[in-house]
């Protein structure tokens, strides 16, 4: 079974500041996917960014961008230049083939990310 | 841009009783799912469907619950006799045919479901 950990519940950050949350996950396969959604007060949850686990580029999308190390199974997410709409609940979460073609997600816990102005 | 629609947003029910959470997916996708979040814990997989049936769901997904596509437009999850430990957020999600393989999930705003 596949895990996954996000060891810091609760970050905060000054606003147009750089702040990088944690995650390590543990699996047995070797294809699979990597993404960060971010979950808002309003509760939605919203794709920030993918990454395929066999592409060694880290992914990169504006202002978020990822560091992947696969042997480490990390899978860390950098924000820059913080901003105020950034405040939300970040997730964590592999995927993997379910069957039939269809894919199932493993989040960990999440981190608590307030932007500070 | 397009997105999964679920209604209602919040639903209260009698412990007992039967409760449908309706979703919208996107129009053009083909892989639907429900996930559930209980109050300050991770997100959980409950079920996948695809091609007017189940993919595969996990062991939360007992013979209380049932999914459905009546028609070609609404994915629905029942759960057919509520306990308290039903009360959480449900989330449905759908993504594109794996033409592409590891297409992302894209999530609807979640039903809260409070049961009493």
């Known amino acids: 079974a596949q895990t996954v950990t996000q060891s810091q519940p609760e970050m905060s950050v000054q606003e147009a500041e750089t702040v990088t949350l944690s995650c390590t996950y543990d699996t047995s396969e070797n294809n699979y996917y990597l993404f960060w959604y971010k979950q808002p007060p309003s509760r939605q949850m919203i794709l920030v960014i993918r990454q395929e686990a066999y592409k060694q580029q880290n992914a990169t999308e504006n202002r978020f961008s990822v560091n992947f190390q696969k042997a480490a199974k990390s899978f860390s997410l950098k924000i820059s230049d913080s901003q105020l709409g950034d405040t939300a609940m970040y997730f964590c979460?592999?995927?993997?083939?379910?069957?039939?073609?269809?894919?199932?997600?493993?989040f960990g816990k999440g981190t608590k990310l307030s932007v500070i102005p | 841009e397009p997105e999964v629609t679920q209604t209602p947003s919040h639903q209260v029910t009698q412990m007992g009783q039967e409760v449908i959470l309706r979703c919208v997916p996107i129009s053009n996708h083909l892989y639907f799912y429900w996930y559930r979040q209980i109050l300050g814990q991770k997100v959980e997989f409950l079920v996948s469907f695809y091609n007017n049936e189940i993919s595969e769901k996990s062991e939360i997904f007992d013979d209380q619950f049932s999914v459905e596509r009546p028609d070609g437009s609404n994915f629905t999850l029942k759960i057919r006799s509520t306990k308290l430990e039903d009360s959480a957020m449900y989330f449905c999600?759908?993504?594109?045919?794996?033409?592409?393989?590891?297409?992302?999930?894209?999530f609807g705003d979640g039903t809260r479901l409070s049961i009493l």
């Open positions: 979460a592999f995927m993997k083939p379910a069957g039939a073609g269809s894919y199932q997600l493993t």
């Open positions: 999600a759908s993504s594109e045919h794996q033409s592409q393989i590891g297409q992302p999930q894209h």
